[in-house]
């Protein structure tokens, strides 16, 4: 807390590494929501998590911290109340109240003692609408969430479709503006959406009051009051004090312009979960075209004409209001919204002049436009062709000479690429189009030639790999083109600009320093946490070789060796023989977990596994690996104990927590390195190798060994918790791959748990097993909590009458002497 708050103060950014499982959460929205109630100058609180069950638990520990400082705050005006009357009656000569004592003396009597209770819990007196006279944590707080039309959406029809991109589309045939206005002037001719009609109706009344609000609530909401969540949401953003939602929202800068003219520049940026932020960014302005999206974008191009001439007959005014306001410029349009300050959040996607600049001559007019990108895809289906032809191959080439060779080949001009993106963006807007999600492989090729133009220049931030075969199915040929990003700032480099204090946080950020090198900013705070407990609840284990002392590893000349591939299954059927409940092993890959699981089955190690536990296994498909997960908890439930077969960069691995019996041990087979023969990790590792002199091994490792601790993260989520996590890899041994663990794993890895055997390790595991089973020692525990009291003495001083009501009274405050 100390770190964080010495960053706000100082309006920097911050590099904060904290153990999982101990309250991160919790420590990060109580200090901020409390250092935004003591300064009203400081802007909103934007929480940003990677998945919607991280978001829904972030609000719900957001509610429990704004109702237990509601009732800190209320309890602290009856107190100064109480005290004000007290020297009423003392300037007055009144006496306070008094008994009588056995000998007929009279003395004051005892004020009754203030309990402070536990803060009510429960979604009914946490989340929703705070009904008191100050609202939502004493201060009138409104915070949100935001997520996609697919969370949001209350309308029956939108919410039985299938997947997002349908709901998408549903709705967006309801609620354009175009089918809004037909409808009004037709009655029944179009159908629209209720909830959108009555919380357009409702203009400014559309207010909510304070609370705290997760997607169940803003969906109650919404019915009860007929309107529409997602809207309302967008709306109300405004207002909020605290905003939830996902990276893609302050990350990607299609999706950022929604919400970034709403935040001003003051505001808290919170990146939680962190740890693969860089990759995250690189994804943002990343596009992969293959030949099958080619095939939809000339489809769509040939759609798109149809639909031009048509409006040329029935209505030709339209186009030519669109050729006017592309003459004044996008900004002029209101295609982009215009920067409300210089400091406004750009859109990495377009270069300044591309916004302020009026849009090219010869791509103007609709059927212009058409062909310009008709020539576009016709000279990728070329380049595509090339590559998988007999005399192509894995090419690489700079967004520079790319853009050379289409220039040449197509006589097409670069600066009309700049505006590709936001001309298709007019044009769909003027046909009036609904159903966005049809034209997506036409947005992918706009995307790709407006970032090849907007960066063809300087140094080459960006890598053209063009490969023969993208696809995963071996065997089949699908020829892609890859912008791949090589520069993760590119995406972030808006955020540090504006805002002033950006926070990024996770358990696995090690080693810290690598970071601000990836991203380009400077943190005033950089700091790495050890893991304050009262026993030792988690213990790492280092085997380095089978109980035939046959060295086991998943290095690639080494993982097929039968007898690695039987020590690894003893292993397991030896750890699930002796843990009780959950057990989850991680894998490198998929193909490599489903080799091991092959040979199992056939020598017979498979069938030693299901007498000791269930089995269950983690496959690409969300529905079946939610099932199995499902599954698995009810095996733990009833006591008949599961063991669950996942994969490093898995779904499993990144949102789902293994606490308390679900998982007592997790085991790390192998060091989970990213595929080094892949074109575009070269092509980074040299960027990176090049500008930021950060050799390829030592990035590697890096990413290999963070993937690793957030595996076994998943094991500890309380300070009462316990767990194994057991590195099955002799690789991890050297001190240079261990060295690069979490500060708080390497606080319990002693000399005595590395270089283990598997019957060693049985034994540590068994001891380890007999402490952690003893009953827990509450005066141990309360050893490393902070109580009522302690906490009153780093902050003794009570706020006075006038910052009650006003600045003072935070939860972490600072007094003048």
Not at 330 to 337: E, H, K, R, S, V
Not at 526 to 551: H, K, W, Y
Request: hydrophobic share 40%; net charge neutral.
């Amino acid at each position: 807390m100390r770190s964080l708050k010495q960053s706000l103060d100082a309006g920097g950014h911050c590099l904060l590494e904290m153990p999982t499982g101990t309250g991160k959460t919790v420590c990060l929205l109580s200090l901020i929501t409390s250092y935004q109630f003591a300064n009203p100058s400081a802007g909103k609180l934007v929480y940003c998590t990677r998945t919607v069950p991280e978001m829904n638990h972030v609000v719900e520990e957001l509610g429990t911290v704004l109702a237990y400082r509601a009732e800190q705050l209320a309890l602290a005006e009856q107190q100064i109340g109480d005290v004000e009357m007290e020297d009423i009656s003392a300037e007055n000569g009144e006496s306070g109240p008094s008994e009588t004592t056995s000998d007929g003396a009279a003395r004051p009597k005892k004020r009754p003692k203030r309990i402070v209770g536990k803060p009510k819990r429960g979604r009914e007196h946490t989340l929703g609408p705070i009904a008191t006279s100050k609202g939502a944590g004493g201060s009138g707080v409104l915070a949100l969430c935001l997520s996609s039309r697919r969370n949001m959406c209350i309308h029956e029809r939108v919410m039985a479709e299938s997947d997002r991109e349908a709901v998408d589309a549903a709705c967006r045939s309801m609620t354009a503006s175009w089918v809004v206005e037909q409808a009004k002037n037709n009655p029944g001719t179009m159908e629209t959406c209720s909830y959108y009609n009555n919380f357009q109706e409702a203009g400014e009344a559309t207010t909510m009051p304070s609370g705290v609000y997760d997607l169940e609530e803003l969906k109650k909401w919404g019915q009860k009051r007929g309107w529409c969540p997602y809207y309302l949401t967008r709306q109300a953003i405004n207002h909020a004090n605290i905003l939830v939602f996902n990276y893609q929202y302050m990350l990607d800068p299609k999706v950022a312009k929604m919400v970034s003219k709403e935040l001003e520049a003051e505001s808290i940026i919170v990146f939680d979960e962190a740890h693969n932020i860089d990759s995250v960014c690189i994804e943002a302005l990343s596009v992969t075209i293959n030949d099958r999206g080619l095939e939809q974008a000339t489809r769509s191009l040939g759609r798109l004409s149809t639909e031009v001439k048509n409006i040329k007959n029935s209505d030709s005014q339209r186009l030519q209001e669109e050729y006017q306001n592309l003459v004044n410029g996008l900004i002029d349009q209101g295609l982009l919204d215009a920067p409300t300050n210089d400091r406004s959040l750009a859109s990495n996607a377009l270069a300044p002049d591309v916004l302020n600049e009026s849009v090219p001559g010869n791509i103007r007019r609709a059927e212009h436009f058409i062909q310009f990108m008709k020539k576009v895809v016709e000279h990728l289906k070329t380049r595509l062709r090339s590559v998988a032809g007999p005399n192509g191959g894995v090419k690489s080439e700079t967004p520079l000479a790319f853009l050379h060779r289409m220039t040449n080949g197509t006589s097409l001009e670069a600066k009309p690429l700049r505006f590709a993106f936001s001309r298709l963006s007019s044009l769909l807007r003027t046909l009036q189009v609904s159903n966005l999600d049809d034209f997506n492989s036409l947005t992918d090729v706009a995307d790709f030639a407006t970032l090849l133009a907007t960066y063809s220049e300087g140094v080459a931030k960006f890598a053209i790999i063009m490969e023969p075969n993208g696809s995963s199915v071996p065997g089949a040929s699908d020829p892609v083109i890859q912008l791949s990003c090589l520069d993760s700032s590119l995406a972030i480099a808006p955020l540090f600009k504006r805002f002033g204090s950006v926070v990024i946080t996770s358990g696995t950020l090690s080693p810290i320093d690598l970071y601000p090198k990836l991203l380009q900013f400077e943190p005033c705070v950089s700091e790495s946490f050890n893991m304050s407990t009262f026993r030792p609840c988690i213990r790492p284990l280092v085997i380095t070789r089978g109980s035939d002392q046959l060295a086991v590893s998943t290095k690639f000349e080494d993982r097929n060796d039968l007898g690695v591939v039987r020590n690894y299954g003893a292993m397991l059927v030896e750890l699930c023989s002796v843990i009780p409940d959950g057990v989850v092993a991680f894998f490198t890959s998929y193909s490599y977990m489903e080799s091991l699981i092959s040979e199992w089955d056939a020598i017979g190690i498979l069938r030693d596994l299901t007498k000791a536990k269930l089995v269950f296994i983690e496959t690409k498909d969300v529905v079946e690996t939610t099932l199995a997960l499902d599954n698995y908890r009810r095996a733990c439930d009833c006591g008949r104990g599961a063991v669950f077969l996942s994969v490093a960069r898995g779904k499993v691995s990144e949102g789902i927590n293994f606490d308390r019996h679900y998982g007592r041990a997790v085991v790390m087979f192998g060091v989970p390195f990213q595929y080094t023969l892949s074109h575009v990790l070269r092509a980074r590792l040299e960027y990176l190798q090049t500008h930021y002199q950060i050799r390829e091994q030592d990035f590697l490792n890096f990413d290999a060994l963070r993937q690793a601790s957030q595996c076994v993260g998943r094991v500890i989520r309380s300070k009462t918790d316990y767990g194994l996590m057991i590195f099955a890899d002799s690789r991890y041994n050297r001190h240079e791959k261990r060295s690069k663990l979490p500060k708080w794993i390497l606080q319990f890895l002693g000399e005595e748990y590395l270089n283990l055997s598997t019957d060693m390790a049985i034994q540590h595991v068994r001891n380890f097993l007999r402490i952690m089973g003893q009953p827990i020692d509450q005066k141990a525990l309360q050893s490393v909590l902070l109580t009522v009291e302690e906490a009153n003495l780093m902050n003794p001083a009570m706020p006075t009458v006038s910052e009650v009501a006003g600045e003072g009274g935070a939860m972490i405050t600072e007094t003048s002497g």
